[in-house]
T-cell receptor
Framework: GAVVSQHPSRVICKSGTSVKIECRSL??????MFWYRQFPKQSLMLMAT?????????EQGVEKDKFLINHASLTLSTLTVTSAHPEDSSFYIC?????????????FGQGTRLTVV | DAKTTQPPSMDCAEGRAANLPCNHS???????VYWYRQIHSQGPQYIIH???NNETNEMASLIITEDRKSSTLILPHATLRDTAVYYC???????????FGTGTRLQVFP
């Protein structure tokens, strides 16, 4: 089936720095990708919809200047956490809709664990 | 998207069937029922989906009531590796975003 790869899987950064997370669809093209955030023992929260060639659509309460999303090609979306603070520490997950087993379904990356110190 | 309600946790003995319920009483006629699961610290994994008919694949079976207000995911022979959080989601079409509820934490024990 389709594969979505995230990089890096883990990152530790200092407060005030920016961190970029990549999400790639390896064997299919994705005009739309989604970014989620998950805090410990909580469910996934949708942050934004990444649209190839246009601006991302952010969910209510998500700061677009804080979480920059770029979807420059049909196989790559990036999430940049700018001026990171300890409260941004979380598990970030991307997904893309691809063709699998005869139907379209959401394929998820393995996630990126961000720790801001 | 319609809201779903799931029990927060369930236990199941290894080798037995695990039946995970989901209520979606406000589901619309064009909304599908999807099930995903998330094993600790990994991305969610697709399990199965359906509209109104019961569905079965190599992983599980999905039973949807006739009024479509609830469904049950069945893992026929649970293994320890099935321990995960299971999410029931309803949405319109296959390209829409997924809105995750709180899910059911299934613990399979030996």
């Amino acid at each position: 089936g389709a594969v979505v790869s995230q990089h890096p899987s883990r990152v530790i950064c200092k407060s005030g720095t920016s961190v970029k997370i990549e999400c790639r669809s390896l064997d299919f093209q994705a005009t739309t990708m989604f970014w989620y955030r998950q805090f410990p023992k909580q469910s996934l929260m949708l942050m934004a919809t990444s649209n190839e060639g246009s601006k991302a659509t952010y969910e209510q309460g998500v700061e677009k200047d804080k979480f920059l999303i770029n979807h420059a090609s049909l196989t790559l979306s990036t999430l940049t956490v700018t001026s990171a603070h300890p409260e941004d520490s979380s598990f970030y997950i991307c997904s893309a809709n691809g063709r699998g087993r005869g139907h379209t379904e959401a394929f998820f990356g393995q996630g990126t664990r961000l720790t801001v110190v | 998207d319609a809201k779903t309600t799931q029990p927060p946790s369930m236990d199941c003995a290894e080798g037995r069937a695990a039946n995970l319920p989901c209520n979606h009483s406000t589901i619309s006629g064009n909304e599908y029922v999807y099930w995903y699961r998330q094993i600790h610290s990994q991305g969610p994994q697709y399990i199965i989906h359906g509209l109104k008919n019961n569905e079965t694949n190599e992983m599980a079976s999905l039973i949807i009531t006739e009024d479509r207000k609830s469904s049950t995911l069945i893992l026929p022979h649970a293994t320890l590796r099935d321990t995960a959080v299971y999410y029931c989601i309803v949405r319109v079409g296959s390209t829409d975003k997924l809105i995750f509820g709180t899910g059911t934490r299934l613990q399979v024990f030996p």
